[in-house]
């Protein structure tokens, strides 16, 4: 079986059901389509600093994914148009990718599932818990968070999966160069991308300062560095998921104090 896996916000090896899937096939095509959001109302696109961390995540990934002999082939593009023609070109019998969350996303889906002959398989995104675990009906959805949340809390979250020691090779192609982006670091908030910086962050943030023990009181500071976590670009991006950040505060909690 000649499988291929659509990156969308899983950008990482680590704890990614989907990639993990895709163990067991003959050879595996990976593939990142660049993102070109249409300007609408006040919103012109996709930012210089969110393309520049979106780069340097890619940029990261595929160092990750040559390690183990694989490689990212990254194109722009809609997946409607890009991906069948792709997967037509390498003869791919299996596309898989995860579930993402939103009205466009899912239409692409639908068109690629109308439009392909092969099997479309999408597997559970970066998320703590799956609908079918709520003690609770979409119709009795909680209207605000904390009754949301005291709800939930006792819910078992799904552990993590290791990185894949090895992949299927890829199937014969040419792997152009990710082109760096324009874009430098902002000084006021120079995050830079990939999970290697996220995990960085994770650990400065949780067992350096101990920001979340006291998060509650800072939660609504206007500095980006010591009043909130500042992890919502890497988990944005997939370069972080949602599960390990938190078997990393069950950690903290465990080994010095829980809070609310």
Not at 31 to 52: E, H, I, M, S, T
Not at 124 to 136: I, K, S, Y
Not at 211 to 223: H, M, P, S, V
Request: glycine share 6%.
């Amino acid at each position: 079986m000649r499988y291929l896996h659509w990156f969308q916000n899983d950008l990482r090896l680590d704890d990614n059901p989907t990639l993990s899937s895709t163990l067991t096939a003959d050879s595996l095509l990976c593939v990142y389509l660049l993102p070109k959001p249409r300007p609408w109302c006040n919103l012109v696109g996709l930012g210089a600093q969110r393309d520049r961390f979106l780069r340097e995540s890619l940029q990261e990934l595929r160092e990750q994914l040559q390690s183990l002999g694989q490689d990212l082939m990254v194109l722009e593009g809609s997946p409607e148009l890009v991906l069948p023609a792709v997967i037509e070109r390498f003869e791919i019998d299996h596309l898989v990718t995860e579930s993402t969350p939103g009205w466009h996303e899912s239409q692409a889906l639908n068109h690629l599932r109308s439009k392909l002959e092969i099997p479309v398989t999408t597997l559970p995104g970066n998320c703590l818990f799956q609908p079918a675990q709520f003690p609770f009906s979409l119709d009795e959805y909680p209207d605000t968070f904390s009754p949301f949340r005291r709800k939930v809390e006792v819910l078992a979250i799904t552990p993590t999966l290791p990185a894949p020691k090895a992949l299927p090779p890829p199937p014969a192609a040419q792997f152009d160069a990710i082109p760096k982006a324009a874009a430098t670091p902002h000084p006021g908030l120079p995050l830079p991308g990939g999970r290697a910086a996220g995990l960085r962050r994770l650990e400065q943030f949780l067992f350096q300062q101990h920001g979340i023990a006291e998060y509650k009181q800072t939660r609504n500071d206007l500095d980006g560095l010591s009043g909130s976590s500042t992890l919502s670009p890497w988990l944005a991006n997939g370069n972080l998921s949602v599960r390990e950040v938190a078997e990393a505060i069950f950690r903290y909690e465990r080994e010095h104090v829980s809070n609310e």
